[in-house]
């Protein structure tokens, strides 16, 4: 039996006193070559010659922000490269695995009918409802859809969302990138929600050239969902100038985009001072002249078969202690009355994105400014009421399925 002392385990003094050592000190024998005849009951006191005590791995750990930015400066990978910045990647060479079209899980049954992949009898019942031709939605999402084109699929996406969008995936820093808006339109094919894009600022099309960048423009825009998904995506900027804004539709204009949003309801310390976002509802008037030239850009750039890009506004009702319906009237009749005779020249009214929220410009970080202000729901749907004509979309606090149903019965 081992002896303990104070409750630890004691230890030979020396590494001559241990059997192992012993055993070793025997000339012409070997290491673990005789070990049942040693007596040796602990494998960790037994020598391993075949691994080096001194031995330090050279070998240096990155974290995932280091990769990326490894990868960022690598600009000659072309834009379908696989990286950690798409969700994309080179086909497996295991066995493929069937997974349900509708719910993502093992599929052990194919619809005779339709070839779509179900997992059980309760998703059958579903795969049943399915209206005619929606399943080449489903089946397009695989490469596996029947039809002779793939234009005669984006003509059944585009007929299926027409006039359906009545939610929207609000725009978040770091989150709601082109990989993740391709996540969102994986998961609901159907296309029914609008998706938002980070903000981007303006200048980086009018000083930066980041539309001739195609790496580093598909860091920002969803470039591979304006082909078939462009009436419901929306690219925010952010501006301070009315020449970068102009500059920034004119471009996304050309790349295919349908919908430009102006974000005047950020109170980020950072974005206060490039004097945009929340900010400019302190200064109504730049903010109208800025709508006024993205208007502009977007009615210039219309051509017969492509109708001109519609621009809105995204802000909060109030800004610090003031939370009157005054302040959020001359905001909103400021914009309009300025782009009034370009809206009725294109025929596309600026609508309004209300988050229900005043903003604090100093003493809430942008997290909290998303939390502490109250919600004021009342004050939107006040704005709706009192401008008939104009489109406001409500924005805060609509964070689950009971909240967005109550919105739209509002």
Not at 37 to 43: F, K, M, R
Not at 278 to 291: K, Y
Not at 368 to 381: D, I, K, T
Request: glycine share 4%.
């Amino acid at each position: 039996m081992p002896a303990y002392k104070r409750g630890k385990k004691s230890r030979p003094s020396s590494a001559a006193e241990t059997p192992l050592a012993q055993h070793e000190a025997k000339e012409g024998t070997e290491p673990l070559a005789s070990f049942k005849e040693s007596g040796i009951t602990n494998l960790l006191s037994v020598a391993k010659p075949f691994k080096n005590p001194d031995y330090k791995s050279n070998r240096r750990w990155k974290n995932l922000k280091q990769v990326v930015a490894q990868e960022e400066q690598a600009s000659d990978w072309p834009v379908d490269f696989p990286t950690h910045w798409n969700i994309d990647a080179a086909p497996s060479l295991l066995p493929q695995k069937k997974y349900c079209d509708l719910t993502g899980l093992p599929a052990k049954y194919t619809d005779p009918k339709t070839n779509v992949r179900y997992h059980s009898a309760e998703v059958y019942q579903l795969v049943k409802t399915l209206q005619p031709g929606s399943e080449q939605q489903y089946l397009a999402l695989r490469n596996a859809t029947t039809m002779h084109s793939v234009s005669a699929f984006r003509a059944v996406s585009r007929a299926a969302t027409a006039g359906r969008m009545r939610t929207s995936v609000a725009p978040m820093i770091d989150v709601t990138d082109p990989c993740f808006l391709r996540l969102l339109r994986l998961i609901s094919p159907f296309g029914n929600h609008q998706l938002w894009t980070e903000m981007v600022h303006a200048n980086t099309f009018s000083r930066g050239q980041m539309h001739l960048d195609q790496t580093k423009l598909a860091h920002h825009i969803p470039v591979r969902e304006l082909e078939d998904f462009a009436h419901g995506t929306v690219v925010q900027i952010g501006a301070s100038d009315p020449d970068d804004a102009y500059a920034a539709v004119s471009e996304l204009r050309q790349m295919g985009v349908r919908h430009v949003n102006l974000n005047c309801g950020c109170p980020s310390r950072n974005v206060q001072m490039g004097s945009f976002g929340a900010v400019l509802m302190t200064r109504p008037e730049l903010a109208a002249q800025i709508v006024k030239s993205m208007l502009v850009a977007a009615t210039e750039s219309a051509t017969e078969n492509s109708p001109p890009a519609h621009i809105s506004v995204k802000c909060r009702i109030g800004i610090d202690e003031d939370e009157s319906p005054e302040f959020l009237r001359l905001f909103i009749d400021s914009i309009i009355n300025a782009t009034d005779s370009v809206a009725e020249a294109s025929s596309a009214p600026v609508s309004f994105v209300l988050h229900a929220r005043r903003a604090w410009l100093s003493g809430l970080s942008p997290e909290q400014n998303r939390s502490v202000p109250l919600l004021n729901h009342a004050r939107a749907y006040e704005m709706a009421r009192d401008y008939p004509h104009t489109q406001f979309v409500v924005n805060g606090g609509a964070d689950s399925i009971q909240a967005v149903h109550d919105h739209l019965q509002n």
